[in-house]
């Protein structure tokens, strides 16, 4: 039979010019193809992960942290420890130097708009703070709250002159407000003096939070392994036997203080501030790391390595209240 579609040279032709195996159009397939991009070699070393920097431990900067710590939480004991009714006024005036050293590093550490004007707000805020706490009947902590929201409100009206200090408020309040609850913490330890029970709670949760802090850096200086993070010179190690050490060290003094406390509630008390005091550490540590990779100026080193165990006992202060008054009565 007679094919209806007869087979052709042309056809031929016209199938291997559409083939998918023929090389591009030039001479001898010379000639790249306009659609195919070029391969670059120095592209796929872009596409490459770049290494991870691990910042060294410094032996000698921890045990100095480490000292620093396990002082603050000594002079906070002992300061609460013999404070006498009617003659706190030594303990409110240490504590008043605790409150410029922790505003000194934490202002010069998150850098806040108008940071002299939000310096010297805080510092005014300190000492009503510290004067409500030795004066003030009866002693409680709603004076203290209402004047951090008053020093809060001054500190962001006087960042609100500038112009370039202006454009940073909304974005700086949460560092404004910390900076502000942390001056006037310092004053919760005198006002807990001034209560049942509140000196034998500020001795063992400054006991439990300074030992924590001591040994956990001095691992540090020693075996700073596993690391948390390689851009933070800090080792899991250290924090783990800093808290189990601390709850310890309040356990027994738990045992040796007046009812209602007791070995239990000492090293629960302990735990807490222990805890507490750790991750303020640690979080100051992972936000100092922050600011170095984001390529900010680094802070000024001795407010740098001031500024971890400043606002770990910071923080442990209201912890210690809430124990004093929720848990151990």
């Known amino acids: 039979m007679p094919q209806e579609d007869p087979w052709e040279p042309d056809a031929s032709r016209e199938i291997a010019r559409s083939g998918p ?6 001479f001898y397939g010379a000639m790249p193809d306009a659609d195919t991009p070029a391969t670059d070699p120095d592209a796929e070393d872009e ?13 000698q900067l921890s045990l100095a942290i480490a000292g620093f710590a396990g002082l ?3 002079g906070l004991a002992l300061g609460a420890q013999t404070s006498a009714p009617d003659y706190r006024l030594p303990y409110a005036i240490v504590l008043f130097g605790v409150q410029l050293l922790y505003l000194l590093a934490w202002i010069m550490a998150l850098h806040p708009p108008a940071a002299g004007a939000t310096a010297a707000v805080c510092a005014v805020v300190a000492l009503v703070a510290d004067y ?17 929201l008053g020093g809060f409100v001054a500190a962001v009206v006087g960042q609100l002159f500038r112009a370039e200090d202006r454009k940073r408020v909304t974005d700086s309040w949460r560092t404004t407000l910390w900076i502000v609850l942390g001056v006037v913490a310092y004053a919760i330890p005198v006002i807990m003096t001034r209560q049942s029970l509140g000196t034998q709670t500020i001795v063992v949760c400054a006991a439990g939070a300074g030992v924590a802090l001591l040994v956990a850096r001095a691992t540090d200086a020693v075996f700073p392994k596993p690391r948390i993070a390689a851009q933070v010179p800090r080792g899991a190690t250290g924090v783990v036997l800093g808290s189990m050490l601390g ?3 309040s356990a027994a003094l738990g045992s040796v203080l007046v009812l209602p406390f007791t070995p ?5 008390a302990g735990l807490i501030a222990a805890v507490i005091a750790n991750l303020v550490d640690l979080a100051v540590n992972f936000g100092e790391a922050g600011r170095r990779l984001a390529g900010d100026a680094p802070t000024f080193w001795v407010a740098r390595h001031m500024q971890g165990p400043l606002g ?5 202060a209201p912890a210690a209240y809430a124990i004093a008054h929720w848990y151990l009565q």
């Open 21 to 26: 195996g023929r090389p591009p159009t030039g």
């Open 47 to 59: 596409e490459e992960f770049e290494e991870i920097q691990v910042v060294p431990v410094r032996r």
């Open 72 to 74: 603050l939480g000594l």
């Open 132 to 148: 409500f706490a030795v004066t003030r009947e009866p002693p409680g902590l709603f004076p203290l709250f209402l004047i951090a």
């Open 247 to 249: 709850t310890l060290a």
């Open 264 to 268: 239990a509630k000492g090293a629960v």
């Open 312 to 316: 770990a006992f910071a923080l442990a």
